[in-house]
């Protein structure tokens, strides 16, 4: 442990630890632009200075370690005036638009300008080109916004191990981009927008539907329906001053009504019954690898997620076979609404807009897929962020805090606990052998609460197995299986587990990936800023949403079961297949 | 770190042509794979590579870029971003032979401007442009370290010293009959 002073007061931290870490276990506030929490500092943005007693010169705390007595001050004179000069520096080349700029109530930038008493920028000079780059469905990308902080380059090579940005050129000629500073639709972006979750600045966000959206409820000739994904409920609050982990379902309901929907449906229906699906096609290729002794693809790879299903196409094509073919829960239930809803309520497929409500922005690719159109129209229609959401509700005029609590529309508001935890890394895993063990066994999961605390939590690869015995005839072949299962979340952690994989060191049967670190309650459509401790409140809110269900396995969903029996027959079966189930093509890397 | 020098990558690029043409890129290909494996345990291998293939290639084209990309498991951005960095790196094509003017303050001060002139002049394009033949570029150098020698202009490996701007017609003509020389004797 090292001793040090900062502002006088005494803190002990670690050895190695830096300046920034031991101020803010004091709960000293240091400002930060470039800074990622658990990643190597680079020390770019220079926001972070302090004066060291006895050191010549000011240095950045985010990447200077602390040395035994070492005095700091955080908040002098000498300090105020480099760190203003720094950010006027910064903001004299800075393209804001701050006046319409949808990132000025929470920009990073403009809250430390404004906490250092900035009133004037005193460098005039050049400002680089405009480039706005609009080439994908998901994010739009203004290299006039950039400050070169370089955090959305950290996030893409480290944690997604994607590396589609990169800073091109040299000195004031420098762009954050793609190679070449090319569109990021000619190279191999999986649209997951951890990057537009991280910039502190408006350079990087989700392509705006929003528009598009009120266009659909105020033209009237169509029905809008609209799913929310189950990691909406638990992020949504934060928009209108909730903490996070706060449960929103009710009011989020409520407000989706009040906005002009014609119906309001969830996602974790479509959730229940891809469990359903990806349960059965599990037991399927295990039955043909233990017992015909077919050649079959194990393990099997869920496929929820749209940026890991990209992130394979382009970096694991040998793993294709592996993945699910159930589509996502977004499509099953795009699917389903302009089919199975539509001959419901007798309305024309094509008159019904399916709007989504994604935590993603991949989601906003995933729906454009050629192949996501399996009711003769595009299946989903629009894909809105939670914080589209947030935006559109505070813009329509609705007080979130004070709406009442509102239900979900029937057939397809229905959800049990199992689709909850859809939101979360472990989750899915958790939710499929809750269903495929009863459906093996007739008894219930053993594990307590229907949990399986070695999936869960933070750490980036997570495995867990299970001997399977006490089977039921038809499925003797499982009896005394040790099935293994694993679960990551994070491309780079997927990354590390396919490797495993492919050099022979691990085998598993059943695998979950979820793309964005936490899975989809930490995706690049939530509200601004998720760190760790933001993760584990919403994955605490989601928990606490499936243990005050009263159904919480998907197959006991009597929604689910009524549309097998009325309408998909049978797990599997001819129109599971056309409806529910997709294929996938390599992309060219590079 | 051990770079392989431009001549030795030339005369392996040469010598596995004994009619003396232009190996064939795929050929390139495979000695710029030969000394990417020899890197493959080092760690910021990345410039020398990038070196040895624009010695091989004379520029750095997109398609051997993506190459070296894959191969390094290194992300294309990353590689393209080390590229544009450097001023050395060029990702256009370039002349047979480069011509570089020393621009250093010794050569400044002797001239090199009129020769940098001269060399414009008589080859009609600009710095960093390639002549329609694709037999010559011209660039600016700072400083081959030959100051006593100013105002200096190298050509390819080749160090002329003391260079008068009367002189330049002379110099290039050496450089383009070297060409011809080539193709009279293969006919």
């Known amino acids: 442990m090292t001793k040090v002073l900062i502002n006088h007061q005494e803190v002990e931290v670690p050895a190695g630890a830096t300046i920034l870490e031991a101020a803010r276990k004091l709960g000293v506030e240091i400002p930060t632009l470039c800074y990622l929490e658990g990643k190597l500092p680079i020390g770019a943005c220079r926001v972070c200075l302090v004066e060291v007693e006895g050191a010549k010169r000011l240095v950045a705390s985010c990447s200077t370690p602390v040395t035994e007595g070492m005095r700091v001050h955080t908040n002098n004179k000498k300090v105020r005036e480099a760190r203003r000069t720094v950010v006027e ?17 929470d920009c990073e930038l403009k809250k430390i300008a404004s906490h250092l008493g900035i009133e004037d920028v005193h460098y005039k000079g050049e400002k680089p080109p405009v480039h706005i780059d609009a080439s994908t469905p998901a994010l739009v990308r203004d290299s006039g ?4 902080c370089r955090r959305c380059v950290t996030v893409c090579r480290e944690v997604q191990g994607v590396g589609a940005l990169f800073p091109q050129n040299r000195g004031y000629k420098t762009v954050i981009g793609p190679a070449f500073a090319m569109d990021l639709d000619h190279v191999a972006c999986v649209q997951c927008g951890q990057c537009a979750a991280i910039c502190p600045v408006g350079a990087i966000q989700e392509k705006n539907d929003i528009d598009k959206v009120w266009e659909v409820i105020e033209n009237g000739t169509k029905h809008v329906v609209v799913q929310t994904a189950p990691a909406i409920r638990a992020a949504l609050g934060e928009c209108f001053g909730y903490s996070p982990g706060t449960l929103v379902t009710g009011k989020m309901v409520t407000a989706l009504r009040r906005l002009g929907f014609n119906a309001v449906f969830d996602t974790n229906f479509a959730a229940d019954l891809t469990i ?28 929820c997620s749209p940026g890991w299903i990209k992130f394979a196409e382009y970096y694991y094509p040998e793993f294709l076979p592996n993945l699910s073919t159930c589509k996502s829960p977004q499509q099953m239930f795009g699917a389903l609404a302009k089919t199975y809803y539509a001959a419901q309520k007798g309305i024309k497929p094509e008159d019904i807009v399916v709007v989504s409500v994604m935590p993603c922005t991949a989601k906003k690719f995933e729906a454009q897929r050629p192949e996501m159109n399996a009711s003769g129209f595009q299946d989903v229609d629009y894909v809105l962020t939670t914080r589209e959401l947030g935006f559109m509700i505070e813009s329509a005029g609705i007080d979130f805090k004070n709406l009442e609590d509102g239900q979900m529309d029937s057939p397809l508001g229905l959800s049990t606990g199992a689709a909850d935890i ?65 679960v990551a979340h994070g491309l780079a952690n997927a990354a590390d587990l396919l490797d495993q994989i492919k050099e022979g060191k691990a085998s598993f049967h059943f695998i979950e990936i979820m793309t964005c670190p936490g899975g989809c309650i930490g995706g690049g459509g939530q509200p601004r800023y998720t760190d760790d401790s933001v993760r584990l409140a919403r994955i605490n809110a989601i928990y606490q949403e499936d243990a005050g269900k009263k159904l919480r396995k998907s197959h006991t969903n009597p929604q689910i079961q009524k549309l097998y029996e009325e309408y ?13 189930h997709t294929h996938y093509h390599e992309r060219t890397k590079v | 770190m051990s770079v392989p020098s431009q001549k030795t990558q030339q005369t392996q690029a040469s010598s596995s042509q004994p009619c003396g043409c232009q190996p064939s890129e795929e050929e390139m290909l495979r000695s710029l794979d030969a000394v990417i494996d020899g890197f493959k345990k080092t760690d910021g291998a990345l410039i020398p590579i990038l070196q040895t293939a624009q010695n091989l290639f004379g520029y750095l084209p997109a398609t051997v870029l993506k190459h070296i990309s894959m191969r390094l498991n290194i992300p294309y951005s990353e590689v393209t971003g080390v590229v544009s960095f450097y001023s050395f790196f060029s990702t ?25 002139e001269a060399f414009k002049k008589n080859l009609k394009i600009n710095v960093g442009e390639t002549t329609p033949d694709r037999m010559f570029s011209l660039e600016v150098g700072r400083c081959f370290g030959a100051c006593g020698l100013a105002p200096v202009a190298m050509i390819d490996e080749d160090v002329h010293q003391r260079v008068k701007s009367a002189k330049i017609r002379e110099i290039i003509s050496q450089y383009q009959h070297e060409g011809e020389d080539v193709k009279e004797a293969k006919s």
Not at chain 1, 472 to 480: H, I, Q, R, S, V
């Open chain 1, 568 to 580: 998909l027959k049978k797990p599997l079966g001819e129109r599971s297949h056309h409806l529910l």
């Open chain 1, 89 to 105: 520096l910064i903001l004299s080349e800075h393209e804001g638009a701050c006046q319409y700029c949808t990132r000025s109530e």
């Open chain 1, 276 to 303: 359903i699906e990806e349960g059965n096609e599990l037991l399927t290729r295990l039955k043909k690898a233990l017992v015909d002794k077919e050649p079959v693809s194990l393990p099997m790879f869920t496929s």
């Open chain 1, 145 to 148: 916004k950039c400050i070169k």
């Open chain 1, 422 to 486: 859809f939101a979360n890394t472990g989750g899915v895993m958790e939710a499929a052998l809750r269903t495929v063990y009863e459906v093996v066994t007739g008894r219930e999961f053993p594990s307590a609460d229907l949990r399986l605390a070695p999936v869960e939590g933070l750490k980036g690869i997570k495995a867990a197995s299970l001997v399977i015995q006490g089977t039921l005839p038809e499925w003797n072949f499982l009896e005394n299986v040790e099935v293994k299962v694993a």
């Open chain 2, 92 to 116: 256009v094509p370039r002349g047979k032979h480069v011509i570089r003017v020393c621009l250093g303050t010794a050569c400044y001060v002797r001239g090199g401007k009129e020769v940098l």
